[in-house]
C-alpha cells in the first residue's frame, strides 16, 4: 500500500508539471491560430495542365479557371450558400418587374497594370460573349445577345432584359476583362494573344511568371497585389505547380516540394487521411448522378405509372452504389436541388433503400409474378422488361450492373447497353429514343438552381427534359420562381417544387461526388462551402495565412512536411 501511495505521489506530480508546460506554451499556441500575418508563398500542385489564362475562354479547362479566379474579378460573385455578393460592383438594383438590373461599380478601381476599371470593360467584355467567332458558351452567347446594355457613366450601367429572370445575376459574374490592352484585337488574334499567358487582371493576385522546362509550361507564379478593392492578401505569392495525376501532385507534397494538392483522387485519398501534415477539406461537387426514366414512351408504358417510378426509388440501394464504387465519396441525392444551396429543401422527405416495400408498391399497382416461366412481374400482358443505356466507362458499368441487379430482384427485367457518352446524348437523350438512362448532370458555374431546362413542360421537345415529364403543376412552381425576385418566395416555390418532385418521382436522383482538397497545416484560414465549381476553394483565399515554420517547429518538429526549395520560408 505504501509503495502503491508514492507511485500515485509520482503521477500527481507528473501531471502537475504537464500542465505547467501547456499553460507556458499557452500563448504561443494562441498566436499561432488567431494572428494571421503578411507574407510567404503557398505552393500548390495543381492537377491539370495550362491553355488560356481569359475567363472568357477557360469554360473547358478546370485549371485555367483556378488560376483565373485568383487574376480577375466579376461584377458579382457568390457565398458559399449560392447567394449573390457585391464584387467589382458596389451595389445593384432590380426593377419592381424584374426586368431591368443597375449597377455601380467600386470607386478607384484599377487593373494590375494601373490604368483605370470602368463600365467601359465591362461592356467590352459583354460584346466579346456576344462574338460568333468566340468559343463562347451557346447558352451565355444566348443571353448576352437578348440584353441591352447602356453605359451611364463610368461608374454605373443598365441591364435590360426582355422578360424577367431572377437567375440573372448569377450571369454578372463573368470575369471582366480590360478594353485598352485587348479591345483592337479580332477574334482570331484574341485566341492567339500573347495576353492568355501574360493577363492583366483585377483580382487579390498578379500574373508573376510562367515556369517552364524542355519548352513545356510546368507552373504559374502570382503575386500579391497591393491595389485589390478587398485589401492585400496575408500570401506574398501563390505559386501553381501543374502535375498529370493527382498521385504525383500528392508525391510532391510529401517530398516537400508544394503545400497543397488540387485534388485528391481515390487512389491517393487512403494515404492522405493518415498523414498528420494534410488537412483534408471536403465538399460536394456540383453534379449528380441520376436515372432517367422517359415517362413518354410508348415502349415503357409502365414508367407512366407513379407507384413503379417509386418502387424504382425505394428499390435501388443508393448508399451501397456510393460505399462499394465511390469508396464513400459521394453524398447519396433526395432530390433535384444540390445541398448546401439557398433553395434546397432541408426538411425533404428522404427515401430509404427497402426491397420489401418496393416489391409492395408493385404489387397494390397490379404487377404480379407469373405463376411459372420467367419472373417478371406483368399487368395486362406489359412486363416490366426494358433498357437501360449507360456511358461505358468501367464506374458507370458497374453502377448499372448494381442497378440491375437491385431493379431484377423486385421481378423487373432490366437488360444493359454501354455507349460512349457523347453517344448517350446524341443518339438516346437528344431524340428520345431511350428506354431508362444513367446520366451525370453537371450543376456547375451558376449556383441560382433554375431546374426549369430539365423538368418543364417546355422542355420535352428540342429540350433537356429528356424524361418528358408532362406535369404543370411542377411547370408552374419553375416559372413563377424564374421570374420573381422575392428571395423568400423563390424559397418557397422550390420548396413545393421538391416535395412535388420526390412524390411523383419523374427520375431516380443517385449521388453526388464528393470533392476532396488537400493542404498542409502550416497554411491557416482555409475554409472549403459547398462548390459550384473547383475554383471556389478560393474563395477565402485572402484570409490564408502561413505559420512560420520555426515557431511550429517547437511544437510538432515531427509533423510537418519540408518547406518547398522552390520558394522562401513563410512567415507569420
Known amino acids: 500500500m505504501r509503495k502503491l501511495r508514492w507511485q500515485l505521489l509520482l503521477v500527481a506530480l507528473a501531471l502537475v508539471a504537464i500542465a505547467i508546460l501547456l499553460l507556458a506554451r499557452q500563448p504561443l499556441l494562441r498566436n499561432l491560430t488567431a494572428e494571421p500575418g503578411q507574407g510567404g508563398t503557398y505552393i500548390e500542385g495543381l492537377v491539370g495542365t495550362l491553355g488560356r489564362l481569359n475567363p472568357l475562354l477557360d469554360h473547358t479547362n478546370p485549371a485555367d479557371q483556378d488560376i483565373d479566379s485568383l487574376l480577375f474579378s466579376g461584377l458579382l460573385t457568390y457565398d458559399e450558400r449560392g447567394n449573390p455578393q457585391p464584387d467589382l460592383a458596389e451595389a445593384w438594383g432590380v426593377s419592381l418587374t424584374g426586368e431591368t438590373y443597375n449597377i455601380t461599380l467600386r470607386e478607384n478601381l484599377t487593373w494590375h497594370d494601373g490604368t483605370v476599371l470602368t463600365t467601359q470593360d465591362v461592356a467590352f467584355t459583354i460584346e466579346l460573349m456576344r462574338n460568333t467567332e468566340l468559343p463562347i458558351p451557346e447558352d451565355l452567347r444566348t443571353l448576352w445577345s437578348q440584353v441591352e446594355v447602356i453605359v451611364l457613366d463610368e461608374r454605373n450601367l443598365q441591364f435590360i432584359l426582355p422578360d424577367a429572370f431572377a437567375p440573372f445575376t448569377d450571369y454578372l459574374t463573368f470575369g471582366v476583362l480590360p478594353q485598352h490592352l485587348l479591345g483592337n484585337l479580332s477574334p482570331a488574334e484574341l485566341l492567339n494573344a500573347p495576353f492568355n499567358l501574360q493577363p492583366i487582371g483585377s483580382g487579390p493576385f498578379r500574373f508573376g511568371e510562367l515556369r517552364s522546362e524542355s519548352g513545356r509550361i510546368t507552373g504559374v507564379v502570382l503575386e500579391a497585389w497591393d491595389g485589390y478593392y478587398a485589401g492585400r492578401p496575408f500570401l506574398d505569392q501563390v505559386v501553381f505547380t501543374l502535375f498529370d495525376t493527382s498521385e504525383a501532385a ?323
Open 250 to 572: 500528392y508525391a510532391a507534397f510529401q517530398q516537400g516540394d508544394v503545400m497543397g494538392v488540387s485534388y485528391l483522387s481515390p487512389q491517393v485519398l487512403s494515404q492522405s487521411l493518415t498523414n498528420p501534415a494534410m488537412s483534408i477539406y471536403t465538399s460536394r461537387l456540383p453534379r449528380m448522378s441520376m436515372l432517367l426514366l422517359n415517362i413518354g414512351s410508348n415502349e415503357v408504358p409502365f414508367f407512366n405509372e407513379q407507384p413503379v417510378r417509386k418502387a424504382i426509388m425505394e428499390g435501388v440501394n443508393r448508399q451501397w452504389i456510393v460505399n462499394q464504387y465511390l469508396s464513400g465519396q459521394a453524398i447519396v441525392a433526395n432530390g433535384p436541388i444540390m445541398p448546401g444551396n439557398w433553395a434546397y429543401h432541408e426538411n425533404l422527405a428522404r427515401t430509404e433503400f427497402s426491397a420489401e416495400s418496393a416489391i409492395a408498391l408493385l404489387r397494390e399497382a397490379g404487377y404480379a409474378m407469373p405463376a411459372s416461366g420467367e419472373q417478371v412481374r406483368s399487368k395486362d400482358g406489359i412486363p416490366l422488361t426494358f433498357q437501360l443505356v449507360h456511358p461505358n466507362t468501367e464506374l458507370h458499368t458497374r453502377i448499372a450492373e448494381s442497378i440491375q441487379k437491385d431493379l431484377n430482384a423486385l421481378g423487373m427485367n432490366v437488360s444493359l447497353l454501354g455507349v460512349p457518352y457523347d453517344e448517350l446524348i446524341s443518339n438516346y437523350l437528344e431524340p428520345r429514343t431511350y428506354q431508362a438512362a444513367l446520366v451525370d448532370i453537371n450543376l456547375s458555374t451558376y449556383p441560382d438552381p433554375d431546374p426549369y431546362p430539365f423538368w418543364h413542360q417546355a422542355a420535352i421537345s428540342g429540350g433537356q427534359n429528356y424524361s418528358r415529364w408532362d406535369d404543370r403543376r411542377a411547370s408552374e412552381y419553375l416559372e413563377e420562381a424564374r421570374v420573381t425576385t422575392d428571395r423568400a418566395q423563390r424559397v418557397r416555390l422550390y420548396r413545393n417544387f421538391q416535395n412535388h418532385f420526390i412524390n411523383e418521382v419523374p427520375a431516380i436522383p443517385l449521388y453526388y461526388p464528393v470533392y476532396n482538397y488537400g493542404v498542409s497545416s502550416l497554411v491557416r484560414g482555409v475554409s472549403l462551402g459547398p462548390l459550384y465549381r473547383t475554383s471556389d476553394r478560393f474563395t477565402t483565399i485572402n484570409e490564408w495565412f502561413l505559420v512560420a515554420r520555426s515557431q511550429l517547429d517547437e511544437l510538432e518538429p515531427t509533423s510537418q512536411p519540408q518547406q518547398s526549395t522552390n520558394a522562401p520560408a513563410p512567415t507569420p
